[in-house]
DNA sequence: ACTCTTTATTTGTATATACAAATATTTATG
DNA sequence: CATAAATATTTGTATATACAAATAAAGAGT
């Protein structure tokens, strides 16, 4: 797009909503080779490398609500690649059989996806651009 | 948050869906004050600046599909924000009384908005982050 | 004029995400 | 110890957004 809408180019809410539907769907495609939407494939790999962290720690650890880690780790659940431990009043989430064998395919389907941004952006913008997203993503918390 | 998980500041998808989530939410609690999300006080904003714009144009600016427009243009005709007309295979969409009223309101919000995340983020750093995740929208797009 | 293709919009359906309220457990206080 | 407060998670409900298929209108080629 161009920048007639001269207004919206100076709004950051529009852009990082732009940004974030955009590299969305190529993560999507990405991980479509473990048949697995991006944030599934996320929480696989977080349980993969913290096995027994609690849904708390996860959810601070994927900055998203706890609510949301509920959903999306239940389904997982079903699909056999976490298993859920109550231990108190915290719920502790392991690995599975299934999810480490896919573990590799995961880190694979996400190096591809790095691969395509870095290609469509260039490496140096991409990275310091990622950079600067997280620290203000941090900063608006 | 640290950068513990040391991989994942490494990553745009994660990193840019942050960003949306937490300016999203700076975005809502400001147009609260005229009773509409973001997305809507947008279109309300574009079309009241553009009388008659088609829907298909008015995606295209947002950076939204089609099929998302009829969804929000369809509440907001509800709501008498907007009204629809149909001239051959394209729908124009126009101002009414009421958006009219509220667009001052509505510009207000935005400001503050815009003041909120500046605030936190720094007024440089705001502004050159916002044009470069703008461009890395359009690159991604 | 009639079919074929392209373009514009809508509809049916699905998904990620969140908030607010509910539940369950632990800790602190009187 | 018993009740109150704090913490962790889940549930009910709502929303923005998209995709794929359906519909509708316009244009092109014969």
Redesign the interface.
């Known amino acids: ?1 161009n920048c ?2 001269s ?21 999507e495609d990405s991980f479509a080779s473990v048949d697995l939407a ?1 944030s599934y494939a ?1 929480i696989v ?2 349980v993969n490398k913290n096995p027994g962290v609690n849904a708390g720690e996860l959810a ?2 994927m ?1 998203l609500k706890p609510s949301t880690i509920t959903r999306l780790v239940e389904k997982l659940e079903k699909s056999s690649l976490i298993k859920r431990f109550h231990e108190g009043k915290q719920v502790l989430i392991f690995p599975t059989k299934t999810s480490m064998e896919l573990d590799s395919k995961i880190k694979e389907a ?1 190096a591809g ?2 691969n395509k ?1 870095v290609d ?2 260039g490496k140096e ?10 620290k ?6």
């Open positions: 797009m007639d809408q207004t919206y180019c100076k709004c950051l809410y529009y852009a990082a909503n732009a940004l974030s539907r955009n590299i969305t769907k190529i993560a991006p996320f790999m977080t601070k650890i900055m996400w996806m790095y941004y469509l952006l913008f991409a990275d310091k651009l990622t950079q600067d997203v997280f203000a993503a941090n900063l608006l918390e």
